[in-house]
């Protein structure tokens, strides 16, 4: 859809049919399609010879998506929480990189191994961050099965009081947790993108079990702390 001139253009067909697809916006003019698997309701494992035959051999890019990576100063400086989702992953390992401010060195603090395709949540400690730095930097360094390496964004910490956070902001799998973090939640209101309540009631807590029962989508959160302040986020619920 050109929507300058409000008309569609026609494109070449694609090589194959595919299951789950999506368009990622990585620049102004470069998009990639995203797909899951060659039959309706079946994926295709990225170590079997299927996903070989699929995949490799089509001219198609299946590039590392961070839906989120934040992190977190606990236990008054004395250790660096990290966290991070991805979705649509092909990737077999993670390394996690530190830079202090001030220092040109990075340090690899440790790697995480891939969970497999599709969307993941992981955490690191950092356990011995600097206690004299103003500012750490993390970075997630992505490595695919073939060697190819790709960088998440830049998440930058000081050693100041951050606001409060919600995360993650995606719910999938077996933890349905979401996390208040600098801050404890008196009340807690879930709603869809329409405005429409679907969830309200007292927690009193730093963390809330997000209801499997709800319908997976994009939902609004709105969080009343015992000190009086409210925080707002967003909440994807999926598989």
Known sequence: LDLASNTWISIPSLPTTLHATQLIQISDDTLFAMAGATNTGMEVPVTSASYTIHYEALP???????VSFQGFLEQEGQLTRLYWQVNEEQIQTYEILRRESGRSQTILLGSKSSLGD???SYEFVD?????DAQELSYQIRAIDFNGAISYSPVVLISAQAEPVRL???LISGEDHTLHIRGGVARTLSLFTTEGRMVWSGSINSDSWNVPM???????LL???L???STVTGKLMIAE
């Open 118 to 120: 599709g969307a993941h």
């Open 60 to 66: 198609v890019s299946f590039p590392i998506s961070f």
């Open 127 to 131: 356990e011995f961050p600097p206690t």
């Open 226 to 228: 015992t000190d009086g």
């Open 222 to 224: 709105k969080v009343s």
């Open 167 to 169: 995360y993650p902001s």
């Open 213 to 219: 029962e709800l319908a997976q989508g994009l939902y």
